[in-house]
């Protein structure tokens, strides 16, 4: 059974910063592309970044370029995004996932997903 486990959300001022970790199981990591999503209520959920499974391909969303950097442990089996100069806007349930494929921002790329950490900005 593949599961997936965040950690490192929490509560945070304007400016701060926060790393987010993944931890999978269940699964040949090394052989999967990885990723975060986030989530409001009421929008839809979002690709952030995504590191392809030799860590040559790097995806970020606009909005997170520069404050945020991806990266894995394929030994440890977990996937981590260090989050800098936090914004409130990137208030969001954020969630890892694994996609067999290529490296996407697509929701629908990915095969499985975690349960999500909450991050929250405060201004």
């Known amino acids: 059974q593949v599961q997936m486990v965040e950690s490192g959300g929490g509560l945070v001022q304007d400016g701060e910063s926060l790393t987010l970790a993944c931890t999978a199981s269940?699964?040949?990591?090394?052989?999967?592309?990885v990723g975060w999503f986030r989530q409001t209520p009421g929008k839809e959920r979002e690709g952030v970044s995504c590191?392809?499974?030799?860590?040559?391909?790097?995806y970020y969303i606009d909005s997170v370029k520069g404050r945020f950097t991806i990266s894995r442990d394929n030994a440890k089996n977990t996937l981590y995004l260090q989050m800098t100069d936090l914004e409130p806007e990137d208030t969001a349930m954020y969630y890892c996932?694994?996609?067999?494929?290529?490296?996407?921002?697509?929701?629908?790329?990915?095969?499985?997903w975690g349960q999500g950490t909450q991050v929250t900005v405060s201004s």
């Open positions: 590191i392809s499974w030799r860590a040559d391909t790097h």
């Open positions: 996932a694994a996609a067999d494929g290529l490296c996407s921002g697509s929701r629908g790329s990915y095969n499985y």
């Open positions: 269940g699964l040949h990591f090394n052989l999967y592309s």
